[in-house]
């Protein structure tokens, strides 16, 4: 055994330190080198071997191999563990010169856009807008509004009973009668809001959607009034050059009832599966306020005249923005809402 084997050990190992890059192949140097079974203790049982004094001259020698091959692992698992966390610091480095996301802005629900373009059409024409309780007894709901006790609306398939006599309003009407009970006439009031029918949802009914109902109510409001203040509305919404069609109607708190149709603005009366090749789409349902509806107001119907009317908001959005399915109104999908 001679002195130059240490040497070129060492030499060895410096390379090898030298050259490595991660802790792992640190670890396997190590073993290599000073492990039970390693380089360097193979040097250790030559050294049992030697006479003496070469003896403790060599395994001094060799101690100092060990001491400098770890000093030399130690400072490059220092150099290797330093540059690791360099580099996790860079990952989450904030790089402050990338430009920023923009926020996303919300969007007008395309229900309330129509619920404030129909509002400004009737406030531009005098009326007041007015709220009530979705919350309403059976009194408010029906009974005031002329529905006989035996009417098919009155059943629980249509409308959701919270406890007897109480109920979700299944329409904005009974707001008419509220209004009424606390103002004396000569007024006109619209009253938007959300309403709810116990039914299955498909693409045209949904459990709740929203009404605009309307009120006019003077000494001589007519049904020529009526349809001057219905027809200015709603072209205000869909259009000047709007072609109508008025039918009679039933609604059991006017009389007499009519419906409003308007040309179908998809396919210009033409026909399509919109106005399911009708050419003609129902808007409205509107009439001259019933007597009976006066008296449960407590007003004398031969003093006063006034017409109602009132529409689906939901619908006139559908056909405005040409959506195919009521429940999209309600999903709170950004896909959608953010078409806008
Ligand atoms: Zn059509």
Known sequence: MDFSKVEKIKEQAARDILEAKTTSSLKEIFNRYLGKKGIVAKQFFYLKKMPQPKRSEFGKQLNELKKSIEKRIKEKSRIIEGKDSREKRKIHKIDVSIPSKKPQLGHIHPLTKIIRETQDAFVGMGFSVEEGPEIE??????????????????????????????????????????????????????????????????????????????????????????????EEAIKRVFGKKTVFRWRPGYFPFVEPGVEIDIACPICGGKGCSTCKNTGWIEVLGAGMVHPNVFKAAGYNPKNWQGFAFGFGIDRLAMIKYRISDIRMFYLSDMRFLSQF
Do not use: C, W
């Open 137 to 230: 007894t059976e009194h408010y709901n029906f009974s005031s509004l002329n529905f006989p006790v035996d009417h098919p609306s009155r059943d629980a398939h249509d409308t959701f009973y919270l406890k007897k006599d109480t109920i979700l309003r299944t329409h904005t009407s009974p707001v008419q009668v509220r209004y009424m009970e606390k103002h004396n006439p000569p007024f006109r009031i619209i009253v938007p809001g959300r309403v709810f029918r116990h039914e299955a949802t498909d693409s045209s009914h949904e459990i709740q959607f929203y009404q605009l109902e309307g009120l006019m109510v003077g000494k001589d409001i007519s049904l020529a009034n009526l349809k001057g203040v219905l």
